[in-house]
């Protein structure tokens, strides 16, 4: 049981570069988030979904952009990468809305902007 | 707008003593509370949570504790072992408007020494 992948585990990307973030889940979990964390700060949402077909912008979705064609993957966007996105990307899934048990994380994405 | 803080940045404790892990809330609408330990170069793993509905919650070694009039959470960990050597995030949670708002702090470096 893999739980949620991220790939990659690290980039550095020049400003102005896009790249996505890859997040799969195998556990048909219907809820998938992402978050970052950067030096010091709590994990901050960027932009989560309910179920394929289905995305909402969190606290901090300025810059990236999501889809969710299945219920397995929820890629993150990036365009025009800017040193402010430097940070660390979680991705994380679970059955339930309220995280009863806690969200299921992925590894992680260490992303720096130069 | 730090609603969750994590006051000490880093706690050091020697093995087979308590380790306690503080977090305080500022908006009286969390009902639900969770704690989550993150090891290097992995995502954040679910440890224990509580409702507002509670005031201890036990598992194993680990134990949590609200006091919701103080809006102030605790882990406690007793026995400490080395292995508990990790960050820890408290994480609150209420229903807003469009769902569950989880709010996470910034975190807390437990070392527990030998």
């Known amino acids: 049981n893999a739980g949620v992948t991220q790939t990659p585990k690290f980039r550095i990307l020049k400003i102005g570069q896009s790249m996505t973030l890859q997040c799969t889940q195998d556990m048909n979990h219907n809820y998938m988030y992402w978050y970052r964390q950067d030096p010091g700060m709590g994990l901050k949402l960027i932009y989560y979904s309910v179920g394929a077909g289905i995305t909402d912008k969190g606290e901090v979705p300025n810059g990236y952009n999501v889809s969710r064609s299945t219920t397995e993957d929820f890629p993150l966007r990036l365009e025009l990468a800017a040193p402010s996105q430097t940070s660390v990307y979680f991705c994380a899934s679970s059955p339930h809305e309220r995280q009863t048990y806690g969200y299921t994380f992925g590894s992680g994405t260490r992303l720096t902007v130069v | 707008d730090q609603q969750v803080k994590q006051n000490s940045p880093s706690l050091s404790v020697q093995e087979g003593r308590i380790s306690i892990l503080n977090c305080d809330y500022t908006n009286s609408m969390f009902d639900y509370f969770l704690w989550y330990k993150k090891y290097p170069a992995e995502g954040p793993t679910f440890l224990i949570s509580?409702?507002?509905?509670?005031d201890k919650n036990e598992d194993g070694r680990f134990t949590v504790f609200l006091n919701k009039s103080a809006k102030h959470l605790s882990l406690h960990i007793v026995p400490s072992q080395p292995g508990d050597s990790a960050v820890y995030f408290c994480?609150?949670?209420?229903?807003?408007?469009?769902?569950?708002?989880?709010?996470f702090g910034a975190g807390t470096r437990l070392f527990v020494k030998a």
């Open positions: 509580i409702s507002s509905i509670k």
């Open positions: 994480a609150a949670s209420r229903l807003d408007t469009g769902g569950f708002k989880t709010i």
